[in-house]
């Protein structure tokens, strides 16, 4: 998808389309930390509110990742390790939304999710040095551990990606031009 000869190798329509692939990953890390903002300034820390039978409101600080891996303050090299594990993944996403041949709507709304959610906790982790949690969902006597919308949006776009990956034309390789 390269513009004119002796342009800048972009053309109009595939900058319109990289624009339309990055609005998702701006609009989770703009709610998202609208929310996380909303949690610390109204919820203290370990605090909790019910909103229902199943649902809270709270407010925690998780130093390590998915599931509360790794969160242990006596692990002080896990924090460097995140953070640069993050920045790999918020660069290698970011490489893969400019190099999306194929305009596979799922395939570009999946990694501008999981770009925006990758951004959201990298924020977290630069200012908190650690990601805010704040929603809490137990169903069925299971307590799942809280998550936050960044989170949400990693999880949704790990499905259209997969989505994507298994839906696509039994022709196309992996960039989805021509055979594997």
């Not at 909303?38 to 925690?60: A, D, M």
């Not at 501008?112 to 630069?126: F, M, P, Q, T």
């Not at 908190?128 to 299971?142: E, K, M, N, Q, T």
């Not at 919308?149 to 034309?169: H, K, P």
């Amino acid at each position: 998808m390269r513009g004119r000869p002796g342009g800048n190798g972009v053309d109009g329509d595939v900058k319109k389309d990289l624009h339309r692939l990055f609005l998702p990953a701006v609009f989770i890390v703009v709610l998202d930390q609208v929310s996380k903002w909303t949690v610390v300034r109204f919820i203290p820390r370990s605090e909790s509110i019910r909103v229902t039978e199943f649902f809270n409101l709270v407010h925690v600080r998780n130093r390590g990742m998915a599931f509360g891996i790794m969160n242990r303050p006596d692990l002080p090299a896990g924090y460097y390790l995140l953070l640069a594990g993050t920045l790999a993944a918020v660069v290698l996403i970011s490489v893969f939304l400019f190099r999306l041949r194929e305009r596979d709507l799922r395939m570009g709304w999946g990694l501008s999710l999981v770009l925006g959610g990758a951004v959201g906790n990298l924020v977290d982790r630069l200012r908190y040095r650690a990601v805010i949690d704040f929603l809490d969902v137990h169903l069925w006597g299971y307590h799942w551990p809280a998550f936050n919308a960044a989170d949400s949006a990693i999880t949704v776009g790990v499905f259209l990606l997969a989505a994507a990956w298994i839906f696509r034309a039994p022709d196309s390789g992996p960039d989805g031009k021509g055979p594997p």
